[in-house]
């Protein structure tokens, strides 16, 4: 349980808003990006290209019990990205996790004339020790076509198949915290609630987000002594299962730039609340 938390938190702390169990489908509504700081570029792979964030995970008394790191980087192939996100356990519970390394990555195209990412394939990899297990999707959208590859531990492989509907996207987690950065799925605005609709699967297809209100940011600044940097206060219901927690409840602090500053997942299953800070962006 605490490896699947740990490796949950990761996912959820990129994006608040945007990130549920994969894959994540988002309707196409269009709006201004939000005011972003002038970086150059003319499009959003551009924007973003060359960005590293790092942050620093912890639970009970221990800050600092892994790292993760998310980078996003231009390919060769015009209009291509990859973003990729790793997560690596320290310390004593690194030993006991057997120094597990979880890597996820996203190759993205620019579509719209720029204005949005769309994921081309997603690789989830998790490697113990000498031991890797990986899942790599594949999306074609001209043949409507998710195909699906797993590796097990012994090197033995899976394929299965399946039919895009008509008009459907699938924006892995990586590609969804970048779209929303950037204001593919609209302005963050203070009191809004948003549902957030997932593929198909066991239980629950969609989510609820909440961005608090100006009140309810400003009493939660005081009772935090929250530094700055801090602009949007939000909260996320999942299904408990799903985050091995009590509620289902995420939150967390977003920058003006809608980069997650701060996240927690509450009162999870043995651990209380596991913490997440970003302690450095480039």
């Not at 970086?39 to 008394?61: C, Q």
């Not at 950065?181 to 609820?208: D, M, Q």
């Not at 651990?271 to 450095?280: A, P």
Request: charged fraction near 35%.
């Amino acid at each position: 349980m605490a490896l699947l938390t740990r490796r949950l938190f990761l996912r959820y702390l990129l994006g608040l808003p945007l990130l549920s169990s994969f894959p994540l489908h988002v309707r196409e509504i269009w709006a201004d990006p939000p005011v972003l700081p002038n970086k150059g570029g003319n499009s959003i792979g551009e924007f973003f290209k060359g960005e590293e964030l790092f942050y620093e995970i912890g639970v009970w008394l221990f800050k600092k019990v892994a790292l993760g790191k998310l980078s996003f980087k231009e390919m060769r192939g015009k209009g291509r990205y990859i973003a990729t996100l790793e997560g690596e356990t320290l310390g004593v519970f690194g030993w006991v996790a057997r120094y597990r390394v979880d890597t996820y990555r996203s190759i993205m195209e620019e579509i719209d004339e720029g204005k949005r990412l769309r994921s081309i394939s997603f690789e989830e990899d998790v490697k113990i020790g000498n031991k890797l297990r990986r899942r790599t999707h594949f999306f074609d959208y001209q043949k409507r076509k998710w195909i699906q590859v797993r590796q097990k531990k012994d090197g033995t492989k899976t394929r299965t198949e399946e039919e895009i509907p008509p008009g459907m996207v699938y924006d892995d987690f990586l590609t969804a915290s970048y779209n929303f950065r950037y204001g593919v799925y609209g302005r963050i605005e203070r009191g809004r609630k948003y549902t957030v609709a997932t593929f198909p699967k066991k239980g629950a297809s969609s989510y609820e987000v909440r961005v608090a209100s100006k009140e309810e940011e400003e009493k939660r600044r005081k009772s935090e002594k929250s530094k700055g940097g801090k602009e949007y206060f939000v909260k996320l219901f999942l299904d408990p299962e799903v985050t091995h927690s009590k509620e289902g409840l995420i939150e967390g602090w977003l920058s003006k730039e809608l980069c997650p500053m701060e996240g927690a997942i509450k009162d999870v299953v043995l651990f209380g609340d596991v913490r997440g800070t970003l302690i450095k962006k480039s």
